[in-house]
C-alpha cells in the first residue's frame, strides 16, 4: 500500500529568504514558490510516520552543484535569485522523535526549478524533539536539538550521531523550547516553557561541568507569570523581546535584553513582563514577533495581529480556516513594498497566505472588518433619511471615490451626494411628505453606448414619479392604483428597464421604461404599461423582489412577496398587443365615467362593477407558488446564475431553485382570463442552504468568481512558455496548435452551455446581530463585517451591480438620521483581494477542520479536455504533465463540525477539490450511504453520473440528496450539483404520529449511528438504520414525493445498535433474499429477514408485534461491535444454500470472522434442514414459516490482537480481502479463507483517531499504465543523475529513493523511505508496508515502468511491454478519515496474493 492523496492537520511552517514557502503536513514535506505567483512546487514524504513540527533551513547559505555536500557558499537571496547557476540549501526537518536532514534544489533556469532529496538516513532520538537550530559558524553540518526533558543534544547529521548530550539541573518535562545559537555550542542558549507554567533559561553549552557527576546546566533565567502550559516561544533580537503563547488564551511578551551570541549572554537579571495580551477565544498555539507588529494564532481559528506602538491593540484579524484552529504559523523575514508575508496553517489542512503592512501609519483593514472608525457623510438635508442608494450604474468602472449615492427624505425630497458634496435632485409635492419609498437603476439608451441612472419614488397615494437623475426634470408621473406603494422594484432588460409598483388589494403594477435622446440631445422616457400582477391573498400582498428569466417559454417572472412566498408569473406573447388593449380600455373607461354623471344612481353601481371585472381580468395569476417558502417575515431577493434561481428571506436560508415543467395537467383557469398553460410550469427547490448561526435576516448572495481561473491563466502562461521554447524545434506541432485556437470562440460556447444548471459559488449578505456580514457559507468565515447596527435600515453595497463579489466592498447605509458608510469616499477599498480580504490566498483548501466521522465513495469521474487544453497539449515537455484532467475519485465526508463536503480527489498528482459543502445538519454526521448509477459504478469512468446519498448523525436526524456529478469544460474541474430530495427527524416524526399519548416519547439525544441500502426498488429506496436508543428502524425513500417515511422499528438489542449490514442473496430460480445483519455493544449479531416486507405498511408502527426477533444471534465479541462486512459466496456442490460470510471488529480490538450456511425454502414444501446440522438456536427456528430462509452458525474464526486499539472500521475490498483500520493509525489487509485468516499487509496512516473507511476495487488503464510507467522513469532518472553525484558510505540501495518519495504532487510508499532497509518499518513482527512490490522486480504493471532496466534485451523488453498492455491490472483503494483522511494505493500483488 501507498499514499496517493493526504489531508492532515498543518503543524509546520517556515519562509525561506520570502521566496519559499516550506510547510510541513503529517510527514510530507511541501516546497510552495511565492514568485511571481504562489503555488506547489514540490513535495517530498520524510519522516515516515512522524508529523513534522519544524523545518530549520540554513540561513542564507546555498551549495552549489558542483561542490560536495560539506562545502557552502555564503550569499544573499537577491544574489542568488539573480544567479543563472542551480544552487542548494540544506534544511533541518523534525517531529515526534525523529530529524532529518533534506535538500532543496533550485534551479532558476528551468520552469520546474525545484526538487527535494533526502540526504542520509533517518535520525531517531531517545526523546520528543521540540527545536532545532544548526550552528551558524560550523562548517561540518552540525544541529543543536532541544528535546522534551529539557535537554539538549548536538547532532553530526551526516553521520546521525550524537556528540554532546547536556540536561538541565531542573529536569521537568517541556511543553516548548526555543534556541539561540551563534558559532559554537559553548553559545548556545536554551529557552524551555515547563509543564509548571513557567519559562526557564538555561545554557546547555555552559556552566560549571564539574559540579556533579551528570554534568547537568544550572538555570539561568526564570519568568513567571501563565496559569497555563506554555505551547510556543518566540524571539526578537534586535528588540529584545521575548514572547510566550500558552494555555491560559494569552500571549506575554517579556524584556529579557540580548541573548544567546557570542560567549551566549542570558540577558537581564530581571527581566519583566512588557505586556499581556487577551483576545482570543480558546488556547494560542503560535506566536511570532516581528519590529512592530505580534502574531498570533490559536484553537479559536483567528490569527490576531496586535499592534505594539497602539498599546497591544488588535488592529487586523485574519480567519481563514475551517473549526479546529490555527496549528502553525509563520511570517516573511522582510517586510517588503505590499507588507509583511504571514502564514496560516490550519487543523482543516488548508495552507492561507496573507499580506500585512508592517508600519501602523497606514489604516488597517481586515476581512473581520469590524471597525469603529465609520465615516458620516454629513448628510445637510431637510428631513431624517429613510432611503438610501447607490447610483454609480452610468459608468461601470467607476470607482468608489466617484460614485454617487441618492438619498430620499421623509420631507420629499431626493439628494445626491457626488465629489464629497450634497445637492438636491428633486422636491416632490407634498403628497411625498410624508411616506415615500425610493429605488434607482441604470438603464442603457437606445441606439447608443451611455446609460442613464433612473430613479423612482412612490408616496401614499398610489403616485409614482420616476425621473433620469441627471435631468430630473424629463421625469415622469405614473400612477399605481389609489392606495399606498407598498415597493418599487427595478428589473433591467435590453435597452430597457421594468418598473413594479406593489399596490393596494395585492395588485402589482407594471412598465416598460425606455429612455431615448430627442433631436436637442434631452433625455425623453418612453413609457409602456403590462398587465398588473395579482399577488395571491395573503396577509402581507406585496412584492418584495423580482426576477425577468428568458426561457424557451416565453418571458417568466419569478417573484418573492413580504409572506415569504415564491410566485412564478408567465407574460403574455404579444406585448404590442396588449398595450393598444390597455389604451383602449382606458379610453372606455373615462368614456363610460362621463356618461354615469348623468344617469341613475342605481346604474353607477353596475357600470362600476363592470369596469372592476374588466380589469381584474386583465391581470396575470401565478402559474406557481411556493407559500411561505421562506417563512412568514418574507422575501429579501431572486436572482439567476447559469441557469439556476436563487432567493434569500429572513430566515436565514438560501434556497436554489428552477422552473420545471409539471406533469401533465393543464392548469385550471382562475379568476378571469387567465393563462392556461397546456405544458405546465412550476417552482421546484433544489437545496436549501443555510448561513452562520444567529444570521437570520439575509439580503441576497453574490458569487464568486472560481479560484480555478486564476490556476488556467498561470497554466496558459507556462504553456505559452513551453511553445516560445519549442517553436524552433516543432514547427509542425504549433502550426496544429494555431489550427486548433482558431476553434476557441466556438468550443468556448458549447463549454459555457454545458455549465448551465450548475450551482456556483456564492456568498451570503445579510445582517448577523448588530453588524452587516458578508459571509462564505463553505469556508464558513466573514469576509467583511460592519457595525451597522442591524437590519431594518436602507444600505447599499459597492461594487455589487453585477451580482459578483470581487473580494472587496463598501457599505452606504442610514443609521439615526445620518449616512455613513463604512470606507471614506476619497479612499479607495483594499483591493488585496483573495491575499488580503477573503480568507487570504488559499495555497491548499481546507476540508474539515474537526474530526471526519464517515466517508462514502460516489464514483470515478473522467475529464475532458478543452480545445485550449487540447492545444496546450500538444506543447508539452517530456517528463511533465500540464493539466489533471485525468481521473478523479468522487468522495463524500462527514464530521463532526455538522457538514458535509463532496470531495473530488485526483489520485495521480494527490490534489483535492471541494466541490460542494452542505450544513443542513444540526448535530455530527455519524453515517454515510449512497446509491450511485450505473454510469459512476462502471470500471470505465464517464463524464458525469448520478447518486442518490444518505447522511444520518446525531438528533436523530436524516437527510437525503441528489448529487449530480459532471465535468465542468470551463473551468477544467469536477462540478457537482447538489439537490435537497428530503429530510426527516424522529422527534418531528413522533409529533405528528397519531395516538403518540399511547407510546413512549423518542429520546431526543438519539444518535444514528449506521445507515444501509436494504433493498432498491423502482419507486422507493428501503434504509435500515442503527440507533443509538437500541432500535433497529427501517425507512422508505421516495425520492419522487421527496419524503423520507419511518415503516418499522424494533428494540429487540435493547442497547446501543452501532453497526448494519446488508446481504442480498439469489437462488438458481432467480428468487431475491434479503438479510440484515446488526450489531450492539453487547458483543453480539443478530440477523434479520427483510424478505417478506408484507408487514410493511404505513401503520406498521402500531399493528407490528413487539416480540419479533432475529433469525440467527451470533455471539462474536466481548465488547461493542463497531463495524460489519458481509459477503456471500456460492457452493455448486451444494444446491439450495449458499455460504454468508460476515467480518466484525469490535472494542476490544479483536477481528472475527463468522460463516452463516443459509438455505432456500423449497418450493411448495416445507422448509427441512437437508440432512445439516440442527440451529444454533432452535427456539428461534421454530418461528420460521415454510416460505422463509434457514440460517446455521458454520464456522467462526478469531485474531484475538488484530490491532493494538478498538477496531473503528471494518470494510470488505474484494471477495476474502478484509482491509481495518483503528485508532493505533494502522491500516491492515486481510486474507480470509476456509482455512482462516491471515495477515496480508499493513501500512502506518497518517490520519489520527481513524473512524471511518471506504474501499473499492479498480484497473489500471493502458493509458494509466502508461503515464504512470513515463513519470516513474523520468524520476528515476533524475534520482540515479543525482546520486551519481555523491558518495554513499552506506550499503544501501540506490532504487529505495524512488519508493520513499511523495513525488512532485503523488504520493509514493510512506514505508519505504529513502536509504532505510524495510526492516525498520516493521513492528512486533508485523511489516508496516507491503513490501511486496519491491521485492518482485519488474514484473508488477505499472511499477515496473518506475524501475530502469537497461540492462535487459531488448527482445525480452519488448514482449513484456506487449503483454502489461493487453491485460488491465487490478487494484484496489482504501480511504481512511479521522483528523483527516488518506487515499491508500493497493497494488496488484496485494490484491492477488493467496494465501
Same mark, same amino acid.
Given at each position: ?38 503555488? *506547489? ?59 532529518? #536532514? ?22 531517531? +532520538? ?102 497555563? !502550559? ?47 495580551? @487577551? ?12 519590529? *512592530? ?24 484579524? +485574519? ?59 454629513? @448628510?445637510?438635508?431637510?428631513?431624517? &433619511? ?43 409635492? &407634498? ?30 397615494? $398610489? ?53 431615448? #435622446? ?37 418571458? +417568466? ?241 459597492? &461594487? ?152 444520518? $448523525? ?79 428502524? +427501517? ?37 431475491? @433474499? ?15 429477514? @427483510? ?32 463495524? #460489519?462486512? !458481509? ?33 432456500? &425454502? ?41 490491532? *493494538? *486499539? ?190
Amino acid at each position: 500500500m501507498e499514499t496517493a492523496a493526504l489531508v492532515a492537520p498543518v503543524t509546520a511552517l517556515e519562509f525561506h529568504q520570502d521566496e519559499f514557502l516550506l510547510t510541513g503536513e503529517g510527514p510530507v514535506l511541501k516546497v510552495f514558490s511565492l514568485q511571481p505567483r504562489p503555488k *506547489a512546487c514540490a513535495s517530498l514524504s520524510v519522516l515516515q510516520h512522524y508529523r513534522i513540527h519544524g523545518l530549520r533551513p540554513k540561513r542564507w547559505t546555498a551549495v552549489p552543484p558542483q561542490s560536495s555536500t560539506t562545502g557552502t557558499y555564503e550569499g544573499k537571496s537577491d544574489e542568488l535569485n539573480s544567479s543563472s547557476q542551480p544552487v542548494f540549501y540544506d534544511l533541518a526537518v523534525f517531529g515526534g522523535k525523529a530529524v532529518r #536532514l533534506v535538500r532543496l534544489h533550485v534551479d532558476y533556469r528551468h520552469e520546474e526549478r525545484l526538487h527535494l532529496e533526502i540526504l542520509g538516513p533517518l535520525m531517531e +532520538l531517545p526523546d520528543w524533539v521540540l527545536d532545532a537550530r544548526w550552528l551558524s559558524g560550523d562548517q561540518n553540518s552540525r544541529l543543536c536539538v532541544a528535546v522534551a526533558h529539557n535537554s539538549s543534544l548536538l547532532l553530526d547529521v551526516k553521520t546521525g550521531n550524537s556528540l554532546v548530550q547536556r540536561s538541565c539541573l531542573e529536569g521537568c518535562l517541556l511543553y516548548s523550547a526555543l534556541l539561540l545559537v551563534h558559532e559554537s555550542w559553548e553559545d548556545t542558549v536554551l529557552v524551555g516553557g515547563t509543564v509548571f507554567n513557567q519559562l526557564v533559561l538555561w545554557k546547555p553549552g555552559g556552566g560549571d561541568t564539574g559540579r556533579d557527576c551528570e554534568h547537568k546546566a544550572p538555570v539561568e533565567r526564570r519568568l513567571l507569570g501563565h496559569s497555563g !502550559v506554555i505551547f510556543c516561544i518566540s524571539y526578537l533580537q534586535d528588540k529584545g523581546w521575548l514572547a510566550s503563547a500558552s494555555d491560559d488564551r494569552s500571549v506575554r511578551v517579556w524584556g529579557v535584553g540580548a541573548l544567546g551570541g557570542p560567549g551566549g549572554m542570558c540577558g537581564d537579571l530581571n527581566p519583566v513582563c512588557l505586556r499581556v495580551l @487577551f483576545g482570543h477565544q480558546a488556547r494560542v498555539f503560535s506566536v511570532c514577533l516581528s519590529p *512592530a507588529k505580534v502574531f498570533s494564532a490559536g484553537e479559536d481559528g483567528a490569527c490576531l495581529v496586535w499592534d505594539w506602538a497602539a498599546g497591544g491593540k488588535v488592529v487586523r484579524t +485574519l480567519k481563514g480556516h475551517r473549526a479546529g484552529g490555527v496549528r502553525a504559523l509563520a511570517i516573511g523575514e522582510e517586510a517588503g513594498s505590499e507588507g509583511r508575508w504571514v502564514a496560516t496553517g490550519g487543523a482543516d489542512g488548508g495552507v492561507r497566505l496573507w499580506r500585512v503592512e508592517e508600519g501602523g501609519e497606514k489604516k488597517e483593514t481586515m476581512e473581520e472588518a469590524v471597525t469603529d472608525n465609520l465615516s458620516d457623510l454629513k @448628510f445637510p438635508g431637510r428631513g431624517l &433619511p429613510k432611503g438610501v442608494c447607490i447610483a454609480g450604474g452610468e459608468d461601470e468602472n467607476a470607482s468608489w471615490s466617484h460614485s454617487k449615492f441618492v438619498v430620499c427624505t421623509d420631507q420629499g425630497l431626493v439628494y445626491q451626494y457626488r465629489d464629497g458634496q450634497w445637492d438636491v435632485v428633486w422636491q416632490g409635492t &407634498p403628497e411625498f411628505q410624508s411616506y415615500c419609498v425610493m429605488e434607482s437603476a441604470a438603464v442603457s439608451v437606445k441606439d447608443s453606448v451611455a446609460k442613464v441612472s433612473l430613479c423612482a419614488v412612490g408616496n401614499l397615494t $398610489g403616485s409614482i414619479q420616476v425621473f433620469p437623475i441627471s435631468h430630473p426634470q424629463c421625469g415622469v408621473l405614473l400612477t399605481g392604483g389609489s392606495g399606498k406603494i407598498h415597493s418599487l422594484i427595478w428589473q433591467e432588460a435590453k435597452e430597457s428597464l421594468y418598473l413594479l409598483a406593489s399596490g393596494a388589494e395585492g395588485l402589482v403594477y407594471r412598465w416598460c421604461i425606455k429612455v431615448e #435622446l430627442d433631436e436637442n440631445c434631452s433625455v425623453t422616457l418612453i413609457v409602456s404599461p403590462l398587465s398588473s400582477f395579482l399577488v395571491p391573498p395573503c396577509a402581507k400582498r406585496w412584492l418584495t423582489a423580482a426576477l425577468l428569466q428568458s426561457t424557451s417559454k416565453g418571458l +417568466l417572472w419569478v417573484c418573492g412577496d413580504r409572506r415569504g412566498s415564491l410566485l412564478l408569473f408567465q407574460e403574455r406573447g404579444k406585448l404590442e398587443q396588449k398595450i393598444d388593449d390597455d389604451k383602449k380600455m382606458d379610453e372606455g373607461l373615462l368614456e363610460g365615467r362621463q356618461q354615469t354623471e348623468r344617469k341613475d344612481n342605481s346604474r353607477v353601481g353596475l357600470l362600476e362593477d363592470k369596469e372592476r371585472k374588466e380589469v381584474v381580468d386583465l391581470t396575470l395569476h401565478p402559474l406557481s407558488c411556493l407559500f411561505g417558502a421562506h417563512g412568514k417575515q418574507g422575501v429579501t431577493s431572486v436572482c439567476e446564475h447559469q441557469g439556476l434561481l436563487y432567493s434569500t428571506g429572513r430566515d436565514g436560508c438560501v434556497r436554489v431553485f428552477r422552473v420545471h415543467p409539471t406533469a401533465g395537467k393543464p392548469e385550471e383557469k382562475g379568476h378571469g382570463k387567465n393563462i392556461e398553460d397546456k405544458d405546465g410550469l412550476g417552482l421546484e427547490v433544489l437545496r436549501v442552504q443555510r448561513a452562520c448561526k444567529g444570521m437570520e435576516w439575509l439580503e441576497r448572495v453574490l458569487f464568486l468568481e472560481p479560484d480555478i481561473v486564476v490556476k488556467e491563466e498561470e497554466e496558459e502562461e507556462e504553456e505559452e512558455e513551453e511553445r516560445e521554447a519549442r517553436e524552433e524545434c516543432e514547427n509542425s506541432y504549433q502550426s496544429k496548435h494555431v489550427t486548433l485556437t482558431d476553434r476557441l470562440e466556438d468550443t468556448e460556447t458549447e463549454e459555457k452551455r454545458e455549465n448551465k444548471g450548475r450551482e456556483a459559488r456564492f456568498v451570503i449578505v445579510g445582517f448577523h446581530a448588530v453588524q452587516f456580514v458578508v459571509w462564505d457559507p463553505v469556508r464558513q468565515e466573514k469576509l467583511l463585517a460592519v457595525p451597522c447596527g442591524g437590519g431594518h435600515r436602507s444600505w447599499g453595497l459597492w &461594487p455589487s451591480d453585477k451580482g459578483v463579489w470581487p473580494g472587496y466592498g463598501a457599505l452606504v447605509f442610514t443609521k439615526q438620521g445620518a449616512v455613513l458608510a463604512s470606507q471614506p469616499p476619497g479612499e479607495e477599498p483594499s483591493r488585496e483581494g483573495k491575499a488580503g480580504r477573503t480568507g487570504g490566498l488559499g495555497l491548499r483548501e481546507g476540508v474539515h477542520g474537526r474530526g471526519i466521522g464517515c466517508v462514502c465513495r460516489l464514483g470515478r469521474i473522467k475529464g475532458i479536455k478543452s480545445q485550449r487544453k487540447r492545444a496546450a497539449h500538444l506543447a508539452e515537455i517530456k517528463g511533465r504533465n500540464v493539466n489533471e484532467e485525468g481521473y478523479w475519485e468522487i468522495a463524500v465526508t462527514g464530521g463532526e463540525d455538522t457538514s458535509l463536503t463532496v470531495l473530488a480527489i485526483h489520485p495521480d498528482s494527490g490534489s483535492i477539490k471541494v466541490l460542494s459543502v452542505i450544513t443542513d445538519h444540526i448535530s455530527s454526521v455519524r453515517t454515510l450511504t449512497a446509491i450511485t448509477g450505473e454510469e459512476g459504478r462502471s470500471e470505465n469512468p464517464t463524464h458525469s453520473f448520478s447518486a442518490l446519498l444518505v447522511s444520518a $448523525g446525531g438528533r436523530a436526524q436524516m437527510q437525503c440528496y441528489r448529487l449530480s456529478i459532471s465535468w465542468d469544460v470551463q473551468r477544467q474541474a469536477p462540478s457537482c450539483q447538489v439537490i435537497q430530495v428530503a429530510s426527516h427527524r424522529l422527534d418531528k416524526q413522533w409529533e405528528r404520529r397519531r395516538n403518540r399519548h399511547k407510546t413512549v416519547k423518542m429520546d431526543p439525544e438519539t444518535r444514528y449511528m449506521s445507515v444501509v441500502v436494504v433493498d432498491e426498488k423502482t419507486d422507493c429506496v428501503l434504509l435500515a438504520v442503527a440507533c443509538s436508543d437500541g432500535a433497529i428502524r +427501517l425507512f422508505s425513500v421516495i425520492e419522487g414525493k421527496r419524503q423520507i417515511e419511518l415503516l418499522w422499528e424494533t428494540f429487540y438489542h435493547q442497547r446501543c445498535v452501532l453497526s448494519v449490514a446488508p446481504c442480498s442473496l439469489e437462488d438458481r430460480q432467480g428468487n431475491r @433474499f434479503n438479510l440484515l445483519f446488526s450489531a450492539a455493544t453487547d458483543g453480539k449479531i443478530a440477523v434479520w429477514d @427483510f424478505t417478506e416486507a408484507s408487514f410493511i405498511s404505513t401503520d406498521a408502527l402500531s399493528n407490528t408485534p413487539a416480540s419479533r426477533v432475529p433469525c440467527l444471534v451470533i455471539p462474536a465479541h466481548q465488547s461493542g461491535i463497531n463495524s #460489519l462486512a !458481509v459477503w456471500k459466496e456460492t457452493l455448486e456442490q451444494q444446491e439450495g444454500c449458499c455460504l454468508v460470510t460476515v467480518a466484525s471488529g469490535g472494542d476490544d480490538g479483536q477481528l472475527t470472522v463468522s460463516t452463516v450456511r443459509v438455505q432456500y &425454502p423449497d418450493e411448495g414444501k416445507t422448509g427441512r434442514s437437508r440432512g445439516f446440522k440442527e440451529p444454533l438456536f432452535s427456539q428461534q427456528t421454530k418461528l420460521t414459516t415454510p416460505d422463509q430462509l434457514n440460517l446455521y452458525l458454520n464456522s467462526q474464526s478469531h485474531v484475538p490482537l488484530a490491532h *493494538a *486499539a478498538p477496531i473503528t472500521d471494518l470494510k470488505l475490498l474484494s471477495p476474502g480481502l478484509l482491509v481495518s483500520t483503528s485508532s493505533d493509525q494502522r491500516v491492515f489487509l486481510w486474507r480470509v479463507s476456509s482455512t482462516g485468516i491471515s495477515h496480508s499487509g499493513a501500512v502506518f496512516s497518517h490520519v489520527a483517531d481513524a473512524a471511518g473507511l471506504s474501499a473499492w476495487e479498480g484497473e489500471i488503464t493502458q493509458e494509466e499504465e502508461e503515464e504512470q510507467t513515463r513519470k516513474t522513469r523520468f524520476e528515476s532518472e533524475q534520482e540515479t543523475a543525482i546520486s551519481r553525484q555523491k558518495e554513499r558510505k552506506t550499503g544501501l540501495k540506490t532504487m529505495c529513493e524512488t519508493g520513499g518519495r511523495f513525488s512532485k504532487d503523488k504520493g509514493a510508499a510512506d514505508e519505504a523511505e529513502v536509504g532505510e532497509p524495510v526492516e525498520t518499518m516493521r513492528e512486533s513482527g508485523d511489516p508496516l508496508c507491503a513490501s511486496s512490490d519491491d521485492e518482485k522486480g519488474g514484473e508488477t504493471g505499472a511499477d515496473s515502468g518506475g524501475k530502469t532496466e537497461s540492462e535487459v534485451s531488448g527482445e525480452t523488453g519488448c514482449k513484456a511491454s506487449s503483454e502489461s498492455k493487453k491485460k488491465t491490472q487490478k487494484m484496489g483503494w482504501v480511504l481512511v478519515c479521522g483528523q483527516g483522511f488518506q487515499l491508500l494505493r493497493v497494488r496488484s500483488p496485494e490484491m492477488d496474493a493467496e494465501t
